[in-house]
């Protein structure tokens, strides 16, 4: 009995080396992945206060400076604000605790340019 044509393309040779080929790319694909690392860390999401660039300057000094302290502690691991509107920042902290931490000692937070604020767990992946 013939095959029906839906069949015969199921099963066309040339598929087959298709298929083939693509779980060769997925294959060595990962493989590579095996270098990679995933690492958990905290992203911490600020929403400012409406005109946060005026409002914002008699505690800049100190809140650049907690940066600075906690990334070279390693506690911080990057940070910055949103531009067109600067109405978010996301700093990514390298444990729950240090985001807290953040948070608790933060001159933006305790003088209201913070209005509110999450901690999110975070995956990231290194490749080594």
């Known amino acids: 009995l013939p095959s ?7 099963f066309s040779p040339a598929l087959y080396l298709r ?8 294959f060595t694909f990962l493989r590579g992945l095996s ?6 860390r905290y ?5 400012y206060v409406e005109d946060v660039l005026e ?5 800049r000094e100190g ?12 506690s911080i691991v990057m940070a910055g604000a949103c531009a067109n509107p600067p109405d978010k920042a996301y700093i990514v902290a390298s444990s729950e605790e ?6 608790e000692s933060d001159p933006y ?13 975070w995956s990231t992946v290194d490749f080594e």
């Open 63 to 74: 809140h650049l400076k907690l940066i600075k302290e906690m990334m070279d502690s390693g």
């Open 35 to 40: 270098t990679a690392k995933i690492n958990t």
């Open 109 to 121: 937070v305790a003088n209201g340019i913070v209005t509110g604020n999450s901690i999110r767990e």
């Open 43 to 47: 992203l911490i999401v600020y929403d």
């Open 98 to 103: 240090a985001a807290n931490s953040f948070i």
């Open 4 to 10: 029906p044509p839906s069949m015969r393309k199921m």
């Open 19 to 26: 298929r083939a080929s693509r779980s060769a790319t997925r």
């Open 55 to 59: 409002k914002r300057q008699p505690y």
